[in-house]
Nanobody, 124 residues
Framework: QVQLVESGGGLVQAGGSLTLSCAAS????????MGWFRQAPGKEREFVAR????????VYADSVKGRFAISRDNAKNMVLLQMNSLKPEDTAVYYC?????????????????WGQGTQVTVSS
């Protein structure tokens, strides 16, 4: 079992940067794939990025590739999402998620544990 708490959201101007943090509790954090998803008002939750168990392999949605970077520190039970060159369309609630083994990793159903979310608002 793992519990996740996101932080770092806020209001930023277009072109700016934010770093989201996800703090995990539990002794099994290092056994989970970790992902970030986001959900804008009236839209479905969508995949943003994910990182493998030991942090070597990362995958990004096309919409954020080259602008966002996911990383993890298993010693600190922490996952980060560095977001650069932010656009108004990045505005959403961002969620951290943890998942066990799965063939796919871009669907919310591929993850077992979720944080409460943190709001990111990008003004134009």
């Amino acid at each position: 079992q793992v519990q996740l708490v996101e932080s770092g959201g806020g209001l930023v101007q277009a072109g700016g940067s934010l770093t989201l943090s996800c703090a995990a509790s539990g002794r099994t954090f290092s056994s989970y794939r970790m992902g970030w998803f986001r959900q804008a008002p009236g839209k479905e939750r969508e995949f943003v990025a994910r990182i493998s168990v030991i942090g070597i392999n990362t995958v990004y949605a096309d919409s954020v590739k080259g602008r966002f970077a996911i990383s993890r520190d298993n010693a600190k039970n922490m996952v980060l999402l560095q977001m650069n060159s932010l656009k108004p369309e990045d505005t959403a609630v961002y969620y951290c998620a943890a998942g066990g083994f799965s063939i796919s990793d871009r669907r919310p159903s591929d993850y077992d544990h979720w944080g409460q979310g943190t709001q990111v608002t990008v003004s134009s």
